[in-house]
């Protein structure tokens, strides 16, 4: 794969790209929720998870009224589990959004606008502060819930990324490494990131598949060295 460098022509590509997906796929309309709050806790559920399992749980929340931090931080942790079983992991998870109830309920009185007026640097180093709460989430919580521009890295945009050869810095990039190619080439736009990650995902789901990716009708295919080398599984 030919390595590309991380600098002016990046700033030219990424662009590229984001046009590119935009006119093939439309505007994807993330994230799936009708509020801030089922966009956390969708956010939290959908850890190791695929997303039809969270909206089973999402709804069974909603069926038992369970749809507030103060209901979710005052259920028994054992009967939460139960009601989010479908999302896997559910104990843990049941943890998990305790943890980030009794964090807003007790910080902020339950007030997400009083969480979210901060910068999007201290509001990610706070939610990182939070049990369960990793850098994917933390970023899907910053774009989708706060509007906040912090570009999401997961293993989807990840592929694309590695296909297309750019290369981010240090021996053994890290979720850091791979989230400063878009935020350091980027304006800092939320609008811009929550959609850029949608194509991405969208993409990796339909197109750049993990096997076999549909090179050929791809609409990257003359941006992307592994469009021509073919992909090693
Ligand atoms: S050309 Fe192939 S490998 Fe490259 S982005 Fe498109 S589908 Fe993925």
């Known amino acids: 794969m030919t390595a590309r460098p991380r600098s002016d022509t990046l700033r030219d590509l990424l ?10 796929y439309g505007p994807q309309g993330w994230w799936p929720g009708e509020s801030r709050f089922e966009i956390i806790v969708g956010a ?12 089973k749980a999402l709804a069974s929340l909603r069926a038992a009224e369970c749809w507030s931090f103060y209901a979710i931080a005052s259920l028994p942790q054992d009967e ?3 009601v989010i079983r479908s999302s896997g992991y559910y104990n843990a998870k049941a943890r998990k959004l305790q943890a980030f109830a ?10 997400l606008d009083r969480m979210f007026d901060s910068d999007a640097g201290r509001l990610r180093t706070e939610l990182l502060s939070i049990h369960g709460i990793g850098e994917e ?10 509007e906040m521009p912090s570009f999401v890295m997961d293993t989807y945009t990840r592929r694309i990324v590695d296909r297309l050869g750019i290369v ?7 979720y850091g490494a791979y989230q400063a ?5 980027l304006p800092a736009d939320a609008p811009l990131f929550n959609e850029f990650h949608a194509l991405l995902d969208h993409h990796a789901k339909y197109t750049c598949t993990k096997r ?22």
């Open 15 to 24: 662009p590229r790209v984001y046009r590119r997906l935009y006119d093939s």
């Open 44 to 55: 939290i559920l959908t850890q190791s998870t695929a997303w039809v399992n969270v909206e």
């Open 80 to 82: 939460l589990a139960l």
């Open 102 to 111: 009794h964090h807003v309920i007790e910080n902020y009185g339950g007030d």
């Open 137 to 146: 989430t933390a970023d899907d919580i910053l774009v989708y819930a706060a």
């Open 168 to 174: 981010p810095s240090g021996r053994n990039p890290g």
């Open 181 to 185: 190619l878009f935020q350091d080439n």
């Open 212 to 233: 076999a990716p549909l090179c050929g009708g791809c609409c990257l295919a003359d941006l992307c060295p592994t469009a021509e080398q073919g992909v090693r599984n």
